[in-house]
């Protein structure tokens, strides 16, 4: 898989497309475009700032995590028309709200691999 | 198409069976009532199963002295032994086979299920937690189609009721709405009671060309279109004009009332797929029961409930049955010909005629099924 977003000192810009054919972005970055199958959709940098659209609290670790417990989960969505899910830097159900701010930052969590020892990602901070 | 046999092994936890004793003895019962005693009375063999690994289907042939013709194990998500269902259909259909053995085995490691679907990447970044996808789309019904936590809470105290009255589910003891909603957070707004357990079970399926008894109208398999953040195909990314898309379960039940030659009205049950309550809510209006919107009142106005016009999840659902992968589609097959054969006992709905079977899950994958009799 292509990467995923550059780190623009902390702020995580989202590497996607956008299709000339049909005019969608996508993400992550692709040789054709997954909604209607055109090839060589334009690279395109995602926005960093986007609005909260749905939330949730992860209580317990899922299969494969080795980052903290509780952390926050969710879509956010993106001025160019794209929901994405992310982490979200509260794990506090009611301390968010629909339509809130949020602005992308670059994570780094521990993946329990030692060869490989810590995952750059990205995830979502109230603005 | 005929269901000439129909067997099960109950849903639950069983240490010390492994997946393929579990299929033996839904595959035995089967067989049985399908009066098959030899390897040339049926002309082919498909095994769903989404965790049982190589060779599953050989492995409970082979016990039971059955090999020699072909076995191919099938793999669908959640909708597995429907996705072995429609290949064995397609099967009689083509002329290749006039009998088919279709059946479903899966023995799944307890709590959040691990799916090799996620990269390793998505899983360390914590992005593979099932019940918070689960969550999100609960969230959204709520927000768009006014769904309660009460409604969320009223879905588990009707299916568990249910499940009282059928010896084959995992649990057999009713809850109240306050034992729901007083049930551990797993993700808001759902609770661990309003979440099914993956667990372990069998169910086989003899087909065979020809008329009378219970038969198989249409099964039909469908995959999700691409858009949607929040369906079972859980993408990193989906499109925000997502609401015109229709989902895989209303691909798939189109088509097969369109098969069938039937409307959602002319059924007396359904069983369809409670992986969480929401779920259950949001296949009322997937599967054209209601009209978007009204999927909270099928509920409260007792439509969908015990003595209702439209049972839904009579045998208890997978909340509780619990979901074992390979054998859920089938296991609601077979529940569906005991409700037509008048033999569901304490759940019988009565009258029943036509029914449909629904399960849709990781791929994304859609079953409906529609029987009669
Ligand atoms: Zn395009």
Redesign the interface.
């Known amino acids: 898989m292509s990467d995923l977003l550059r780190d623009d000192a902390g702020t995580a810009v989202l590497l996607g497309s956008s299709c000339g054919g049909c005019g969608r972005p996508s993400f992550p970055r692709s040789d054709v475009c997954c909604w209607c199958g055109r090839p060589d959709p334009d690279p395109v940098e995602l926005s960093t700032t986007g609005t909260l659209w749905g939330w949730a609290v992860v209580h317990s670790a899922p299969p494969g995590y080795a980052g903290p417990v509780p952390y926050g989960m969710g879509v956010v969505e993106l001025p160019e028309g794209l929901r994405v899910v992310s982490r979200i830097d509260v794990a506090d159900e009611a301390a968010l709200t629909q339509g809130r701010p949020v602005r992308l930052v670059v994570v780094e969590l521990p993946t329990g691999d030692p060869e490989d020892p810590v995952l750059r990602t990205w995830e979502a901070a109230p603005c | 198409m005929l269901i000439a046999g129909v067997g099960l092994h109950p849903f639950g936890r069983f240490a010390g069976r492994t997946a393929t004793d579990l299929g033996v003895v839904a595959v035995r019962a089967a067989l049985a009532e399908a009066g098959i005693t030899r390897r040339d009375q049926f002309q082919a063999t498909f095994c769903g199963t989404a965790y049982g690994g190589v060779a599953s289907g050989h492995k409970v042939l082979g016990a039971l002295g059955l090999t020699g013709g072909p076995i191919v194990d099938v793999e669908a998500g959640c909708a597995s032994g429907a996705a072995a269902l429609a290949l064995g259909v397609a099967a009689i259909d083509s002329g290749q086979a006039d009998t088919v053995l279709v059946f479903g085995i899966e023995k799944m490691p307890k709590g959040?299920i691990?799916s090799s679907f996620?990269?390793?990447?998505r899983?360390?970044?914590?992005?593979?937690?099932?019940?918070?996808y689960f969550?999100?789309r609960a969230?959204?019904l709520m927000?768009e189609r006014g769904v309660t936590e009460d409604d969320l809470a009223a879905v588990v105290v009707k299916n568990r009721r249910n499940g009282v009255g059928n010896p084959d589910a995992m649990f057999r003891a009713e809850v109240t709405a306050e034992d729901v909603l007083g049930s551990r957070?797993?993700?808001?707004p759902l609770r661990l009671f309003m979440l099914c357990s993956p667990n372990e079970g069998a169910a086989a399926v003899v087909l065979r060309k020809g008329t009378g008894g219970v038969q198989l109208r249409t099964a039909v398999l469908r995959s999700h279109l691409?858009?949607n953040?929040?369906g079972e195909a859980?993408?990193?990314?989906?499109?925000?004009?997502?609401g015109d898309i229709p989902s895989p379960t209303t691909l798939a039940a189109d088509a097969a009332y369109e098969a069938a030659g039937i409307g959602p009205s002319d059924l007396d049950l359904v069983e369809c797929q409670d992986t969480d309550a929401a779920r259950e809510l949001l296949a009322y209006e997937e599967l054209r029961l209601c009209p978007p919107g009204d999927n909270a009142a099928l509920l409260r106005d007792g439509t969908v409930g015990p003595g209702g016009p439209l049972p839904v999840n009579p045998s208890g659902g997978l909340l509780s049955k619990g979901e074992p992968l390979g054998a859920s589609a089938l296991g609601q097959v077979v529940e569906l010909v005991r409700q037509l054969r008048g033999d569901a006992g304490a759940r019988q709905v009565p009258g029943a005629r036509i029914g449909l079977a629904h399960t849709v899950g990781r791929g994304a994958n859609a079953s409906v099924t529609i029987v009669s009799g």
């Open positions: 959040m691990r996620f990269e390793p990447w899983e360390q970044a914590g992005l593979s937690a099932t019940p918070a969550a999100l969230q959204r927000r957070p797993v993700c808001g691409p858009g953040v929040l859980t993408p990193l990314a989906g499109l925000v004009d997502d």
